[in-house]
């Protein structure tokens, strides 16, 4: 497996007043490590000048949840027609990840037009899950969230 890249895309996931929301975590294969490389997380609001700010978390559990839907990777390694061993899943709702470590915090991002990155590249160990939790004001209104994470197997 060692140098197959991967991404993977949420969608629009709807953020709520007051929610907390899992729109994406990717799991590591359970008999290797990988490493993420690009993190990104997009926000697109109503436009109403008053709009609240999100808080985003970059986040590691030691076990998985159960999302909405599972996302197909998408191997972004032009060069390999293999398909990633990487997993993940979108929109977490009843079961979320646990043993849970954040990582990186980021607070006030404009829930407009907004976006927020990971601050460089993180490993995983093999089996370990990466995610990012959004945590929404009280009075947030019409806010679409999307996540990106790319990596190497």
Do not use: C, H
Request: avoid cysteine; hydrophobic fraction near 45%.
């Amino acid at each position: 497996m060692a140098g197959r890249k991967f991404a993977f895309n949420s969608g629009a996931i709807a953020l709520a007043a007051s929610a907390t929301v899992i729109p994406l975590a990717v799991k590591a294969p359970a008999a290797a490590g990988i490493v993420l490389t690009a993190i990104e997380v997009s926000f697109e609001g109503g436009g109403a000048a008053t709009e609240k700010a999100v808080t985003v978390e970059y986040v590691t559990w030691t076990t998985d949840g159960t999302g909405l839907a599972s996302v197909t990777a998408v191997n972004a390694d032009r060069q390999d027609d293999g398909s990633p061993a990487t997993t993940a899943q979108k929109n977490y709702t009843g079961s979320p990840p646990s043993g849970g470590e954040v990582i990186v915090r980021s607070e006030y991002v404009d829930a407009n037009k907004g976006n927020d990155s990971f601050p460089g590249a993180i490993r995983l160990k093999a089996g370990e899950v990466f995610g990012v939790r959004l945590i929404a004001p009280a009075g947030l209104t019409t806010v679409n969230a999307k996540v990106f994470i790319g990596g190497d197997e």
